[in-house]
T-cell receptor, first 112, second 111 residues
Framework: EAGVTQSPTHLIKTRGQQATLRCSPI?????VYWYQQALGLGLQFLLW???????NRGNFPPRFSGRQFPNYSSELNVNALELEDSALYLC???????????FGQGTRLTVV | TQLLEQSPQFLSIQEGENLTVYCNSS?????LQWYRQEPGEGPVLLVT?????EVKKLKRLTFQFGDARKDSSLHITAAQPGDTGLYLC???????????FGTGTRLKVLA
């Protein structure tokens, strides 16, 4: 069974640009979570999608947004990139609400 | 607000030693998970605990969920260099709909 896949694995952008990160959950999983992990820090909750709807978001500005598609894959968009947005962005999926999450390998975003 | 506090933050020990990592909260969790993350990788699920007082063993790792489901511990016996990594607890409280992670414990086991 394929795990959670994220693309791209690495992304380099300049300040002010937009970044789009993609996530394919494990087959059958309807919930997708996005997290930001800055270097040396813990995981910060960004967004939670379930059944195609945004269910909750963390304390991030509106330029962080996303969506979940009918096939449950998800996209994270970051507009007007800032240097401090450089981080590992992790996507996780779970078969339902509040259950354990399975993570992808992450997308390393570098803003220069 | 960080609901899950882990201690210690950093731990450097010699191979063969035992250690315990704690995960504490003032909130009740419906279930709690432990993950290990290696640099540049996503966290990998180790275990899920659901019932208050539950104890689960995974080889040399023993996980315990507090009776009140507000805290958990991870005990490693005879640590090995391969145990090196960032250990994270995570879970969600009723009604928050956020799956949150603890502050993390960075473990280094020296050969």
């Amino acid at each position: 069974e394929a795990g959670v896949t994220q693309s791209p694995t690495h992304l380099i952008k300049t300040r002010g640009q937009q970044a789009t990160l993609r996530c394919s959950p494990i087959s059958g999983h309807t919930s997708v979570y996005w997290y930001q992990q800055a270097l040396g820090l813990g995981l910060q909750f960004l967004l939670w999608y379930d059944e195609g709807e945004e269910r909750n978001r963390g304390n991030f500005p509106p330029r962080f947004s996303g969506r979940q598609f009918p096939n449950y894959s998800s996209e994270l968009n970051v507009n007007a990139l800032e240097l401090e947005d450089s981080a590992l962005y992790l996507c996780a999926s779970s078969p339902g609400r509040h259950t354990e999450a399975f993570f992808g390998q992450g997308t390393r975003l570098t803003v220069v | 607000t960080q609901l899950l506090e882990q201690s210690p933050q950093f731990l450097s020990i010699q191979e063969g030693e035992n250690l315990t990592v704690y995960c504490n909260s003032s909130s009740v969790f419906s279930s709690l998970q432990w993950y290990r993350q290696e640099p540049g990788e996503g966290p990998v699920l180790l275990v899920t605990v659901v019932t208050g007082g539950e104890v689960k063993k995974l080889k040399r790792l023993t996980f315990q969920f507090g009776d009140a489901r507000k805290d958990s511990s991870l005990h490693i016996t005879a640590a090995q260099p391969g145990d090196t990594g960032l250990y994270l607890c995570a879970g969600s409280t009723s009604g928050t709909y956020k799956y949150i992670f603890g502050t993390g414990t960075r473990l280094k086991v020296l050969a």
